[in-house]
Structure formats: structure tokens, C-alpha cells
């Protein structure tokens, strides 16, 4: 399982469903992480969050490598904290959802 921690330090975080094996994937210029998403489809398998401080959407392997910034802050989209992920496994759409805007952002190759 994978949450969010908007501690002193946020962070997020992954587990095995009974909580053993606890390690810690991100703890690094993360403002209000929240809005995971899990593409399975993917190969390396990744990980989406929204940060609601930052304004922003990230994507990395799941196993919190190869970060990068898919939406920042120039997109004026405030306030993130959910999304969805959509399509099929050569296209995707990200649904978001935001503290003033629902609205769907890009469609991407998944190359």
C-alpha cells in the first residue's frame, strides 16, 4: 500500500498490507503530497501524486526513482488534491480535481 504524509517532513510512503517492510519513497521538495495513483500499465510501473502546496503533478517508478514534474505550477491549476488516471495503455488522460478547477489536463504518449 502507498499514502501520504504531510508531517513535519512530508513524505510518501509504502508498505506491505500488513505493514511490514515500511520504507519511505519520496521525502524531498514535497509540499502537501496527496492524490496517489498507481498506472499498473505502465512498464516500469509508476507512481502519480498531486501536491496541493506546489501547485503540482509528479510521476516516478513506484519504487520512487526517476522522478519528474509532469504539471507545475505555469499551469495554473491551484490547490491539487486528486486526480485520475485514464485510457488505455498507449494513451492516458490525468482527470484533475482542484480546491477551484475540475477540468482534464493533456493526453500523452506513454513511449
Given at each position: 500500500m502507498y499514502w501520504s504524509d504531510w508531517?513535519?517532513?512530508a513524505k510518501i510512503e509504502v508498505a506491505n498490507?500488513?505493514?511490514s517492510n515500511r520504507q519511505v519513497l519520496i521525502n524531498s521538495s514535497l509540499?502537501?503530497?496527496n492524490g496517489l495513483a498507481i498506472d499498473i500499465a505502465a512498464t516500469p510501473k509508476k507512481l502519480y501524486w498531486a501536491d496541493a502546496k506546489h501547485d503540482k503533478i509528479e510521476v516516478s517508478d513506484v519504487n520512487g526513482s526517476n522522478r519528474i514534474v509532469l504539471v507545475d505550477e505555469k499551469q495554473n491549476i491551484p490547490h491539487l488534491f486528486g486526480f485520475s488516471l485514464l485510457g488505455?495503455?498507449?494513451h492516458a488522460h490525468?482527470?484533475?480535481i482542484s480546491y477551484r478547477v475540475l477540468r482534464e489536463w493533456g493526453k500523452w504518449s506513454k513511449t
Open positions: 508531517g513535519k517532513v498490507l500488513d505493514g509540499g502537501w503530497p488505455k495503455k498507449t490525468i482527470c484533475l
